[in-house]
């Protein structure tokens, strides 16, 4: 009958709009485990940066601690240098008064030689001491040189360790902070397309 044919016509669209709207699911459910794969993988390179970041932050700080220690081993031998230089100056200024009072005994001597060139005994005995007071003099000369180039040298090289030293660690500190502004970029685009993806 017409009826009946209608109903078969009824049940055989709904038939094919169930089909669709399966075929759509399937579709959708397919859509959507593609996108929660997008939005793991993302999820995964997000957590990978961040590691990176925690593991360079890591080896950075380690850098700069260490750098911090040498630094301040290199200030506490600086110190040292200074207090060395310092006794240096102090062993340079008794020196200096050791070949002043040489000098005098040397020029005494000489006076003598002079006063008493009429008695050899003496004479000898004063040429002898002259020698000796002039080795001395020579010996204590040749200390006082050493000692300052002892001094300068030191000196020179301390201040450019720590020159080298100062610039390192700008330069560090610079890295790291171009490295954190990456990361602070690299988790916006990855939360921006993540959202986006959503």
């Known amino acids: 009958s017409a009826k009946a044919r209608g109903l078969t016509e009824q049940v055989s669209l709904l038939t094919s709009q169930k089909d669709v709207l399966e075929f759509k699911a399937k579709e959708g459910a397919t859509e959507l485990h593609a996108a929660q794969e997008r939005v793991t993988h993302l999820e995964e390179q997000l957590s990978a940066v961040r590691r990176q970041h925690v593991e360079a932050s890591a080896a950075r700080t ?6 911090q220690d040498t630094l301040i ?4 031998a600086a110190e040292a240098a200074r ?3 310092e006794d240096l100056r102090s062993s340079l200024d008794i020196a200096e008064q050791r070949e002043r009072a040489l000098r005098r005994e040397v020029e ?6 002079t ?4 008695r050899d005994k003496e004479l000898l005995q004063l040429r ?3 020698k000796v007071a002039q ?4 010996a204590v000369r040749a200390d006082n040189a050493g000692l300052r180039e002892s001094a300068s040298q030191e000196g020179v090289r301390l201040r450019d360790r720590t020159r080298e030293l100062q610039a390192l660690q700008q330069k560090l500190d610079a890295e790291l902070t171009i490295a954190r502004r990456r990361l602070g970029d690299a988790e ?3 939360r921006f397309e993540v959202a986006s993806r959503e």
Not at 62 to 67: F, K, R
Not at 135 to 138: D, G, H, R
């Open 62 to 67: 380690a850098e700069i601690e260490t750098l």
């Open 73 to 76: 081993s290199s200030e506490r």
């Open 83 to 85: 207090r060395s230089a």
């Open 108 to 113: 005494s001597l000489q006076e003598g030689i």
């Open 115 to 118: 006063d008493s060139a009429r």
């Open 128 to 130: 002898t001491d002259l």
């Open 135 to 138: 080795s001395q003099l020579e």
């Open 188 to 190: 916006e685009r990855v």
